[in-house]
């Protein structure tokens, strides 16, 4: 597990590389010694591959690879060890993937992604509970006729039964969550916007300071930073705000 309670706020911002290698490239070139987290998401991951994260990795980043997995048990197993191989800290999948199967997997023989018997790396494994692109109206759009936050609780609650490690919500569900998992788990939100700014395609938006004191572990910023005209000066505005 991460021991992120003995790291600064600032130095538990995550940002979001969704751009192309040589966007990636330079961003990371330009946060040298000050970024210490950074995001590989799909769209990165599907263009560059693992060798992208063992270059970052190499760089001296922490590296969360959010691909969001989503399959059958054996699928989601089988693809999480490969992204432990690739050297990534954390790698997430979906707590509404089926959760009861893989709660039944992790307590009888320890074999899905949490099996520590065979992990390649330190690696750890966070669920999605509901992306911070939904509001109420997206989720019963989906047939989820569930209150959001009572939605997110219900994933946390499989999850946390499952053995992961933490899990990924909004800042308005982080309380609750970090109730339900405790101190030490990660509770990483997106959805981040300083006040005033565009919140793109994101529902439940907040900013950097409200996320880390509703017990958020690691916040993660994507197009505030990257689309920012001074990416870095973007960085340190918000790492100053949450001192
Ligand atoms: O650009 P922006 O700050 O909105 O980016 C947020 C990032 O966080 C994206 O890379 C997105 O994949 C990720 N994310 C999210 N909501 C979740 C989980 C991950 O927005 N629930």
């Known amino acids: 597990m991460i021991d992120w309670q003995a790291q600064a706020k600032k130095d538990r ?27 590989v998401g799909m769209t ?10 063992a270059y970052l990795k190499e760089s001296g980043l922490n590296v969360f690879v959010d691909l969001k997995l989503y399959d059958i048990p054996n699928q989601v197993k089988l693809a999480a060890r490969e992204l432990m191989r690739c050297g990534a800290d954390i790698i997430t999948l979906h707590a509404s993937g089926g959760l009861e199967t893989t709660c039944k997997y992790v307590e009888e023989n320890r074999s899905l992604f949490l099996d520590r018997f065979d992990s390649f790396a ?20 989906i047939g989820i006729e569930n209150d959001l936050a009572n939605q997110v609780d219900k994933l946390s609650l499989l999850a946390k039964e499952a053995g992961v490690d933490g899990m990924v919500c909004s800042a308005f569900e982080a309380k609750d969550v970090r109730q339900i998992f405790g101190d030490d788990a990660l509770v990483i939100t997106p959805g981040i916007r300083s006040a005033g700014s565009s919140v793109q395609d994101q529902k439940r938006v907040a900013d950097a300071n409200f996320a880390f004191e509703q017990g958020a572990s690691h916040i993660v910023i994507g ?3 990257m689309q920012a005209n001074d990416s870095l000066a973007a960085f340190e505005e918000i790492a100053k705000s949450v001192v």
Not at 13 to 39: N, P, R, T
Not at 47 to 52: A, L
């Open 122 to 141: 330190d690696t750890s494994v966070v669920a999605v509970s509901v992306l911070t692109s939904f509001d109420q109206v997206g989720l019963c759009q």
């Open 223 to 225: 197009r505030p930073i």
């Open 44 to 53: 990165l991951f599907f263009s560059e591959g693992p060798e992208f994260v």
């Open 13 to 39: 911002i995550i940002v979001a590389l969704d751009c192309d290698k040589a966007c990636a490239i330079q961003k990371v070139q330009q946060f040298e010694g000050q970024v210490k987290w950074v995001k």
